[in-house]
């Protein structure tokens, strides 16, 4: 295509420059032709001349521009088959990859087969193993409780031995008391008759529970002072308890009075002023001494004297006599 423009552009080149040698070589046969007319017929050898050139350049930049076509044309088609052949190879790879797709695919329906068949045989054994367990845990348990039960009846074993040897300790000690106790009652009936035939009258201590009680029944207060007006009957204890509160025989609130045994059981008579010390203080008038109903020699155990703080003994001239 190129070779038949550029042959064209020869063909027209040439005939231009024909026609423009063509006018310079037969100048104008008219000898008396003037300069004007010569000087137009050179103007037109000009023009003839130029446009000649122009022709020729534009001959050039056609054969120029036809080059460039024919090139840009020949790439294009070069692009093209080289597109052709990618395209054929993508063709060729993506028909390969599904293929291999394909075989992939099959590859993983026949490993789920496998993988489900598995997961099946796996669920059978775990729920196996976990009957297993259940047993495990069940024999572990009923063992555990098994030897809870043997450490409880172990337990309750040394605990009833313990009890034994305790109660048999005890048992030891209350014989051994028994017969300390009977030994000291057989030594204080011999004492006591001993006593008795020279007229001596036995001592009695209290015991701690006596020692309670009493405390108990006159209200014993740490916080205050606590006296017991004793003696014998009809020696004027209560008049005196009477006067050691400021009041008068009589009076309400009063102890009793008489000449006789007025007084029955330990009486609590508080101190009726409210000033320091004397809020502090109570009165007890206890019973006379020497009487039928309490004997002499267990007055001080059976009225309690042991638990008051101060004990005032009262005595008269009939009670020396």
């Not at 031995?161 to 028994?178: F, V």
């Not at 017991?228 to 102890?255: V, Y």
Request: overall charge negative; hydrophobic content about 35%.
């Amino acid at each position: 295509m190129w070779n038949a423009l550029a042959t064209i552009v020869s063909v027209a080149v040439m005939t231009a420059i024909r026609e423009l040698f063509s006018l310079l070589s037969r100048p104008p046969a008219d000898q008396n032709i003037t300069n004007t007319e010569l000087e137009q017929y050179y103007r037109r050898a000009r023009n003839v001349e130029a446009e000649a050139r122009e022709m020729m350049e534009e001959a050039k930049r056609q054969v120029d521009e036809s080059k460039r076509r024919e090139e840009e044309a020949k790439m294009r088609e070069r692009e093209a088959i080289r597109r052709e052949q990618e395209a054929r190879q993508r063709e060729s790879e993506a028909r390969r990859r599904e293929e291999e797709a394909n075989i992939v695919a099959e590859q993983a329906r026949i490993a789920a087969g496998d993988a489900n068949q598995r997961d099946k045989a796996s669920q059978v054994r775990r729920e196996e193993a976990k009957r297993r367990e259940g047993e495990a845990r069940r024999l572990a348990e009923e063992t555990e409780r098994v030897a809870l039960e043997a450490q409880n009846c172990e337990k309750e074993a040394k605990a009833r031995e313990k009890e034994t040897r305790r109660r048999e300790e005890e048992a030891k000690k209350a014989a051994a008391n028994a017969q300390e106790q009977e030994q000291q009652t057989k030594e204080n009936l011999e004492r006591f008759n001993c006593y008795l035939s020279k007229g001596i009258q036995p001592e009695v201590w209290p015991t701690e529970e006596e020692f309670q009680s009493a405390k108990t029944r006159i209200q014993y207060d740490l916080k205050k002072l606590h006296f017991a007006i004793c003696g014998s009957s009809g020696s004027g204890k209560s008049s005196l308890i009477n006067a050691f509160r400021g009041i008068k025989n009589f009076d309400p609130g009063a102890a009793p009075t008489g000449v006789n045994e007025t007084t029955m059981s330990v009486t609590r008579y508080p101190d009726p002023h409210d000033e320091l010390p004397h809020s502090r203080f109570i009165w007890f008038d206890v019973p006379g001494a020497g009487t039928l109903n309490v004997p002499g020699w267990q007055y001080f155990n059976e009225q309690g004297l042991f638990i008051f703080d101060v004990i005032i003994l009262v005595y008269d001239a009939v009670g020396i006599s």
